[in-house]
T-cell receptor, first 116, second 112 residues
Framework: AQSVTQLDSHVSVSEGTPVLLRCNYS??????LFWYVQHPNKGLQLLLKYTSAATLVKGINGFEAEFKKSETSFHLTKPSAHMSDAAEYFC??????????????FGQGTTLQVKP | KAGVTQTPRYLIKTRGQQVTLSCSPI?????VSWYQQTPGQGLQFLFEYFSETQRNKGNFPGRFSGRQFSNSRSEMNVSTLELGDSALYLC???????????FGPGTRLLVL
């Protein structure tokens, strides 16, 4: 079975400092991995996705993530946090197999707080 | 292109009632998946529809059901509402299912 574990439930950074949100995955297949962001009272917005084309994936708003198979990790980073980055972030794996179409498996989420 | 739309955005119901939520996918997308989001359980997969057929279902009781129409719009229905059904219900669409999903703003359901 596939799963994702977000290692921190809450991360707090100061504006202008780097952001690191950690995610480990478990998969029997070559996974498709995603990061989504959810601002308060909003739906989920896709930040970036990994589908085996390149291990370093660039997303929107300056975010990027690196797929490391040896460490089964897919950490999300940003060089400089902005106040508008404060939100909930979800690491997600696409469940695969003939009977599991259309199913995403979500981590528990990491709340990013950005202090002025 | 317009994004995924969900109606209504907010609902208040009482225990025992039933509710129907609607989702219109991005134009050209044929797969619609539904998810329930609660503070305790996080985001959980409900079911997925493609070409009017349910292809996949999560671990929810039979009170949760859905359907998809020929124009790919989808509805989900919850019968005999329980307090624990209070949640944000999100739908997502993708072109054929299994790859990148794009989410709507959600319907927030409160059961009293």
């Amino acid at each position: 079975a596939q799963s994702v574990t977000q290692l921190d439930s809450h991360v707090s950074v100061s504006e202008g400092t780097p952001v690191l949100l950690r995610c480990n995955y478990s998969s029997s297949y070559s996974p498709s991995l995603f990061w989504y962001v959810q601002h308060p009272n909003k739906g989920l917005q896709l930040l970036l996705k990994y589908t085996s084309a390149a291990t370093l994936v660039k997303g929107i708003n300056g975010f990027e993530a690196e797929f490391k198979k040896s460490e089964t990790s897919f950490h999300l980073t940003k060089p400089s946090a902005h106040m508008s980055d404060a939100a909930e972030y979800f690491c997600v794996v696409s469940d695969v197999g003939s009977s599991n179409t259309g199913k995403l498996i979500f981590g528990q989420g990491t709340t990013l707080q950005v202090k002025p | 292109k317009a994004g995924v739309t969900q109606t209504p955005r907010y609902l208040i119901k009482t225990r025992g009632q039933q509710v129907t939520l609607s989702c219109s996918p991005i134009s050209g997308h044929r797969s619609v998946s539904w998810y329930q989001q609660t503070p305790g359980q996080g985001l959980q997969f409900l079911f997925e529809y493609f070409s009017e057929t349910q292809r996949n279902k999560g671990n929810f009781p039979g009170r949760f059901s859905g359907r998809q129409f020929s124009n790919s719009r989808s509805e989900m229905n919850v019968s005999t509402l329980e307090l624990g059904d209070s949640a944000l219900y999100l739908c997502a669409s993708s072109q054929v299912g299994g790859e990148t999903q794009y989410f709507g703003p959600g319907t927030r359901l409160l059961v009293l």
